[in-house]
């Protein structure tokens, strides 16, 4: 069974940055297009950014030219670079395919953008 493991984010001020990785178990992510989604309080969990197999990307408009989604094949992860936050960017965010039936969820991680 798949396992997802999402680590990285903490408190930062607005206009920082911060990097979040996710360990995905078994040897896939080569295979497969991979997503970040976060979910704020009391709103529906939305899909932030996609790298597809041979390394395409697409990125919500509300974040376009601010995050960076990547993937490392050998470590079997796949990161989101985040950089110019901003407070609405505040959510517990979590990674998944975006594709066919989603594994199970992980814990996700919370990211908190406040002065």
């Known amino acids: 069974q798949v396992q997802l493991v999402e680590s990285g984010g903490g408190l930062v001020q607005p206009g920082g940055s911060l990097r979040l990785s996710c360990v995905v178990s078994?040897?896939?992510?080569?295979?497969?297009?991979m997503a970040w989604y976060r979910q704020a309080p009391g709103k529906e969990r939305e899909r932030v950014a996609t790298i597809f197999p041979l390394g395409v990307t697409n990125y919500a408009d509300s974040v376009k030219g601010r995050f960076t989604i990547s993937r490392d094949n050998v470590k079997n992860s796949v990161y989101l670079q985040m950089d110019s936050l901003k407070p609405e960017d505040t959510a517990v965010y979590y990674c998944n395919t975006p594709l066919g039936r989603p594994y199970n969820w992980g814990q996700g991680t919370q990211v908190t953008v406040s002065s």
């Open positions: 078994g040897n896939i992510v080569s295979r497969l297009a």
